[in-house]
């Protein structure tokens, strides 16, 4: 039986192919996994960037730079990533999902709910993509498709926030007449306060 690759060893292999093929996207691509398996999020970010730069029709690579943009706090960042990832591949759920969570963070509730949906069409189990399409659709004041969808996300092992629970609880008291900031209402931390790694 063989031992499995430390994150260490992955990450020594990694570097050995993009020092052996520099012009390789797929090496690069699997530096950036290695970086990111090792919480190296920047330098996760420059080697996705270099493969899509070697081959921009690499659309996993996209998926991956929105998603290490997104958990570096750049919104703007992620959509450039996440649209290229969806414009080559309409099929990959994590870039709609990433291409959502920007939206959730820059308050576009609209486009936070196509974003879910599409992931839902995709991975119609997606605990996540319940929960963040009943967040968009109670900001956007529709009660009724937030408590369906709040309900499946439940269902699916989703524990939503207290402060989504209250939005909730308030909405449905007060007729949801009021459009909420989506970040408030999904309990997330905003991009003000600073970030942990």
């Given at each position: ?15 050995e192919?993009?020092?052996?093929k ?5 090496a690069?691509?699997?530096l ?6 090792t919480g ?5 970010e ?31 960042g ?21 291409l ?9 509730p ?12 995709l991975e ?13 659709l109670l ?27 209250r ?19 999904a ?11």
């Amino acid at each position: 039986m063989t031992k499995p690759e430390s994150r260490t060893d992955r990450l020594d292999r990694c570097l050995e192919a993009v020092e052996e093929k520099p012009r390789s996207a797929v090496a690069h691509y699997n530096l950036g996994l290695a970086y990111q398996k090792t919480g190296r999020f920047h330098l996760a970010e420059e080697a996705y960037l270099k493969a899509v730069e070697i081959d921009p029709g690499l659309a996993e690579a996209w998926v991956n730079l929105g998603g290490v943009r997104l958990h570096n706090w750049d919104f703007e960042g992620c959509l450039k990533a996440s649209k290229m990832a969806v414009s080559q591949r309409d099929d990959l759920a994590m870039a709609h999902y990433n291409l959502g969570q920007a939206f959730l963070y820059m308050n576009d509730p609209d486009n936070l709910v196509a974003c879910n949906k599409r992931v839902i069409e995709l991975e119609r189990d997606n605990a996540a993509a319940h929960y963040y399409a009943a967040v968009g659709l109670l900001a956007v004041g529709d009660l009724t498709g937030a408590e369906r969808h709040a309900g499946r996300a439940m269902e699916l092992g989703h524990r939503p926030t207290q402060e989504f629970l209250r939005a909730l609880e308030k909405a449905q008291r007060a007729g949801a007449e009021a459009r909420l900031s989506v970040v408030e209402i999904a309990g997330e931390e905003n991009p003000e306060k600073p970030k942990e790694d």
